[in-house]
Each structure stands twice: as C-alpha cells, then as structure tokens.
T-cell receptor, first 108, second 116 residues
Framework: GQSLEQPSEVTAVEGAIVQINCTYQTSGFYGLSWYQQHDGGAPTFLSYNGLDGLEETGRFSSFLSRSDSYGYLLLQELQMKDSASYFCAVSGNTPLVFGKGTRLSVIA | GAVVSQHPSWVICKSGTSVKIECRSLDFQATTMFWYRQFPKQSLMLMATSNEGSKATYEQGVEKDKFLINHASLTLSTLTVTSAHPEDSSFYIC????????????FGPGTRLTVT
C-alpha cells in the first residue's frame, strides 16, 4: 500500500518562511507533488519533484530525497492568501495518492 | 496549460434521485481520468479510474453500481450517483492525466453535491 504523513496544522506569521514536511511509503515511486487547496475550491498544482533536489517556483520551493522517502514544501514571504490546505501526493504506477493535508494559517 | 472543467459546479438533489456529473478536458485528450471524493476537512480519496473505451476501475469500498462511470470519449468522463442518499453529500473532483511522459494530473474545479 501507500501512505503519506504530513503535519495536520501549521501556523506562521505573514512575511515569514514555513516548511511543510512529507514522508511517504509507496511502491513504484515516480515523484512527489504538492497541491494547494483553498476552502471550497479544488486542488491546484504547485510543484513536482521527480528527482532528488530542490525545485523553485517563485515563493514556493519543493525538495525531494528519494533515499529518505521525504520531501518538503517551502513557502517564503508568506502572505495572508497562502492560508490554505497543502497536500503532498505521490505518483507512481497508480493515480495520485494524497496525504491528509496540512492546514496552514497565516497570521498578521 | 491543461484545463479541466466540471459541470455542474454544485447540485442539490432529493434522496433517491440520480445525479450526473461531467468532467471534460478542454484543450487536451485524456485517455485516463480519475474521480475523487472529499468530505469536509478531509483529504481527497480516489474513487475510481476511468479509461476511455473501457470499464472503470473502482477502489476498494466504492460501489460500482452506485457510482456509474462512463468515459465515452477522449475528453469526457461522467460520474452518475444513483439513488443518492444524504451520506453521498460530498465534494466530487475529477482529474485528467496528462500525456507526454510526465505523470501530472489536472484537476477540475469540483462539484459540490448536497442530498436532502
């Protein structure tokens, strides 16, 4: 089977940096994706790591270590609009399997 | 980028009726689409994989006779919730699989189903 672990909630201050970790157990691993979901909306794709290392997209960066079955999403210069749920998801020879999500609250 | 649409965006129906939800890939062909369900404050749970021209593959615990999936073309998959009950009230999200060797799923905006 497949399982992912990520923190359920994180609170951070506007302008700060926050890191959301994700560990996974899976077979047939292709890569780790991150999705953002605001209340009432659908998930939107943020980033994908198929190889070890850091991928940077604007204020968001994502890291993967395949040997450690670990990845993280880094959000910099936090804004109030970043308050949302963030899901890591593994892709392999099966459809995306999502973690339970991390609820990020950005406070002033 | 790849765009996936869903229709309707929300629907309210009475218990015992059936509801059809459409998922369309607007600017690409998707031989494979997925249907997820999400209850409040929970994660997305895969219900089934829909393959164009063949029967859908359902996840364990999902009743195939209750959740009918049809993928009749390369751009359209439908999910029909038959004999809906209040416990079927949920957020239903489809996604379409990209091609080109990169395993990326593009999600529709979701359909909020409320069964009264």
């Amino acid at each position: 089977g497949q399982s992912l672990e990520q923190p359920s909630e994180v609170t951070a201050v506007e302008g700060a940096i926050v890191q959301i970790n994700c560990t996974y157990q899976t077979s047939g691993f292709y890569g780790l994706s991150w999705y953002q979901q605001h209340d009432g909306g659908a998930p939107t794709f943020l980033s994908y790591n198929g190889l070890d290392g850091l991928e940077e997209t604007g204020r968001f960066s994502s890291f993967l270590s395949r040997s450690d079955s670990y990845g993280y999403l880094l959000l910099q210069e936090l804004q109030m609009k970043d308050s949302a749920s963030y899901f890591c998801a593994v892709s392999g020879n099966t459809p995306l399997v999502f973690g339970k999500g991390t609820r990020l609250s950005v406070i002033a | 980028g790849a765009v996936v649409s869903q229709h309707p965006s929300w629907v309210i129906c009475k218990s015992g009726t059936s509801v059809k939800i459409e998922c369309r890939s607007l600017d690409f062909q998707a031989t494979t689409m997925f249907w997820y369900r999400q209850f409040p404050k929970q994660s997305l749970m895969l219900m089934a994989t829909s393959n164009e021209g063949s029967k859908a593959t359902y996840e364990q615990g999902v009743e195939k006779d209750k959740f009918l999936i049809n993928h009749a073309s390369l751009t359209l998959s439908t999910l029909t919730v038959t004999s809906a009950h209040p416990e079927d009230s949920s957020f239903y999200i489809c996604s379409a699989l990209s091609g080109g060797g990169r395993y990326e799923q593009y999600f529709g905006p979701g359909t909020r189903l409320t069964v009264t």
